[in-house]
């Protein structure tokens, strides 16, 4: 499950939990509406339930629609506190559990509903209160203004929520852009790292290619001037294709870097990379079957970068943890890296990197496939097979699937 199912999972279970309290609630104060009506209210029996109800299940709309919640709610009290006559020991022109529902509702409108509706139902609710409760006298002026003042000041305590939520929610959506803008300039870091690889390796070739036509006619006895126009021809176009690499390397090195001149790592390399894991502290075990000197260098430099990878990763997500390698070469080149479970905890930053999307776009380049995991055990694996033979469109593949970032799982 991914991150974003993972929250949407939990905003679930909130927003249940939330409607199985609010029914909870309407219920409590249903029963005690109910009975105790009589004991505020001259209403006949058979209408007691009916004028409980719109005292507490009003509430029920908090999360839904709070405004019409807010507008059943208020409307009522003011039928009740107008058509229905109270028990002459009652001062009250509604029931109390009628005041906390009318309340609850007004702070949820400040919470979610838009400006000009949370302005009225302020004012209505003012209205409603100032001049139906009890009192006279200075008592009244009192009520008619201090009805007014706390009522306001529970409408900007929602607002104050309203606008914390907000801010919060406008911060996740500009770290989640900035974690999107990081990914992407990791992914346009490794199409130009890519690049260059791609690059020194058909470079060398392509030397060689236009050496080989220019110095033929002098290695070749008998060249006859039609061949040497074509020994020519060919060294022309691979110049001219020698030149076409270079250019386009040229774009995509946008950071204005210069070109790596150091020669590429080879399949054999891989054993200095173990050696020198070791010598760091990696509890490191390797098993190389078969011979890695005359693999293809395309071939071999994509398990060089996986293997330097799944070390990397080996190192940081379960530090102090013995790690395997086995690569057995037969009918294709098979690469196993397996570690177990950390002995230290796993030193993470974000939510992780593009290590293994990175890896995977190293051995489609040549053909190949990687794929990446845990274990049962809790440990992880690294599995990945490259063929002998690198097909022609590796090179399409690399400008179109290449993404990687700063190595992480």
Not at 183 to 191: H, S, V
Not at 315 to 340: F, M, Q, T, Y
Request: some cysteine.
């Amino acid at each position: 499950m991914n991150r974003e199912s993972r929250g949407w999972t939990r905003r679930l279970d909130a927003r249940t939990w939330f409607d199985l309290g609010t029914v909870l609630v309407a219920l409590i104060w249903y029963a005690v509406a109910w009975p105790t009506l009589h004991l505020t209210h001259a209403v006949p029996a058979a209408a007691q339930p009916f004028i409980a109800a719109l005292a507490a299940f009003p509430v029920l709309l908090v999360r839904v629609n709070p405004a019409l919640g807010w507008a059943i709610s208020a409307g009522s009290a003011l039928v009740i506190a107008l058509a229905i006559p109270h028990q002459p020991n009652n001062d009250l022109p509604f029931q109390v559990v009628h005041v906390l529902c009318v309340l609850v509702l007004l702070f949820a409108v400040a919470l979610r509903a838009p400006g000009q509706i949370v302005a009225v139902s302020w004012a209505a609710t003012a209205l409603l209160f100032a001049t139906t409760m009890p009192g006279e006298g200075e008592a009244f002026a009192n009520a008619a203004w201090g009805w007014p003042i706390a009522l306001a000041a529970l409408v900007l305590f929602g607002l104050l929520v309203r606008w914390l939520a907000l801010s919060r929610r406008q911060l996740v959506r500009q770290e989640e852009e900035n974690e999107l803008e990081r990914a992407r300039r990791a992914i346009l870091e490794e199409k130009a790292r890519i690049a260059r690889d791609l690059h020194d390796v058909v470079a060398h070739h392509m030397s060689l290619v236009v050496v080989q036509a220019q110095t033929a006619p002098y290695r070749v006895e008998g060249v006859t001037p039609a061949a040497r126009a074509e020994f020519e021809s060919i060294g022309a176009t691979a110049r001219e294709a020698l030149n076409e690499i270079r250019g386009m390397l040229g774009v995509l090195r946008s950071d204005g870097q210069l070109p790596e001149h150091a020669p590429q790592p080879k399949a054999a390399d891989v054993i200095g990379l173990f050696e020198g894991a070791r010598r760091a502290g990696v509890r490191i075990e390797w098993i190389v079957e078969g011979a890695l000197d005359t693999i293809p260098e395309t071939t071999g430099l994509a398990l060089f970068r996986v293997v330097q990878e799944s070390l990397s990763n080996a190192s940081r997500h379960a530090p102090g943890a013995p790690v395997k390698v086995r690569i057995a070469r037969d009918a294709e080149l098979l690469l196993d890296v397996d570690n177990e479970p950390g002995a230290a905890p796993a030193r993470t930053v974000g939510n992780g990197g593009h290590g293994i999307a990175g890896m995977q776009a190293r051995a489609l380049a040549v053909g190949g496939e990687v794929t990446a995991g845990p274990r049962a055990d809790g440990g992880f694996r690294v599995h990945a097979r490259f063929p002998l033979t690198v097909p022609e469109a590796a090179a399409a593949v690399v400008g179109a699937g290449a993404v990687h970032g700063e190595p992480g799982r």
